[in-house]
């Protein structure tokens, strides 16, 4: 079976600092795998944060945590990535949730990383509270 698990979310001071994880099934397979992190919070649709090509490891961020967050991934051997997430603000805070589609091309992932259709599975999601 196909499905994800994300884990690492929790409640920290404005400044402070988190690392979230996701690890995809085996069921997640084929071709070169892309990971994205998206984040909800109530009210408001469901953005896009980072993702990463696992086949050459690009990695694309959203303006509003470029400087702030990593995505990186742990091996080449599997599908777990981190972000780690730096110098929280209080808009920061939600609900983060991992993403993943296979058969992934490069110059198609780079049009397409921050949009919700993009991506065939999703994990269940794991809260992240800022506190200011």
């Known amino acids: 079976q196909a499905h994800l698990v994300e884990s690492g979310g929790g409640s920290v001071q404005a400044g402070g600092s988190l690392r979230l994880s996701c690890e995809a099934s085996?069921?997640?397979?084929?071709?070169?795998?892309?990971m994205g992190w998206f984040r909800q919070t109530t009210g408001k649709e469901r953005e896009g944060v980072a993702g990463?090509?696992?086949?050459?490891?690009?990695?694309?961020y959203a303006d509003s945590v470029t400087g702030r967050f990593t995505l990186s991934q742990a091996s080449a051997d599997n599908l777990v990535v981190h972000l780690q997430m730096n110098s929280l603000k209080f808009e920061d805070t939600g609900v983060y949730y991992c993403?993943?589609?296979?058969?992934?091309?490069?110059?198609?992932?780079?049009?397409?990383?921050?949009?919700?259709?993009?991506?065939?599975?999703w994990g269940q999601g794991t809260p992240v509270t800022v506190s200011s």
């Open positions: 990463i090509h696992t086949g050459d490891g690009t990695t694309y």
């Open positions: 085996s069921g997640v397979s084929g071709g070169s795998v892309c």
């Open positions: 993403a993943a589609v296979p058969w992934c091309r490069g110059t198609w992932y780079a049009r397409r990383w921050f949009e919700i259709v993009a991506y065939d599975y």
